[in-house]
């Protein structure tokens, strides 16, 4: 679906105009998209058909997907989309992915929190406010009001402050627990260097 969506947020897409098409496909694009990305693991782990392909290509896709949309945002709706927070949110999954994997290699998991799964929400939120905003600044339905630009900053703004959050409890997170296994390792060492005297 990526590559498509980018098309859509392009200037080489047809049906872009005034009606606000091209931003409520890419919008209902990015929805189904992260909608598939949270039901396929849903499914995965129900039926006990976990793979380590799809364990390696799941979050990877997950990652393309939220990094793509905030850089073509950036060009498509930057009063929305400032350079910066695009940094900081990419810099957050970078972060996590480099944790996991060392997490990964000294044997151990870092489950998603709830903060990861509120930032999930929030990331859907922005970038799908932030492409409506490109079109619409209010909408108006008889006395209801809703101003689309200045929830979209709203989203935008909240979804860098949850990821920077996430980023420090994952980050924490992580250290308690490759602390915790140095000790075991050095518990371990200590005891096996008693166990090769006594028995010298």
Known sequence: MIPLFLWILSPHFPWRGHSGEAEILASVLFVLASI????????????????????????????????????????????????????????????VSGLRSIASSEGFTIQASDLGKLKTVTQIVSVVSAILAHQWYQWQFGFLIIPVKWIAIAAIYFTALVSTISAIDYFVGFWRKIDRASNVRRKSFVLTRRKSRSTT
């Open 36 to 95: 598939t990305d949270g039901l396929d693991g849903y499914l995965a782990r129900k039926r006990s058909q976990i793979t380590t392909m799809g364990m390696l290509l799941d979050p990877i896709a997950d990652k393309i997907m939220v990094t793509s949309a905030l850089v073509a945002l950036v060009a498509y709706n930057p009063q929305v989309v400032k350079v910066w927070i695009a940094v900081v949110i990419i810099g957050r999954e970078f972060l």
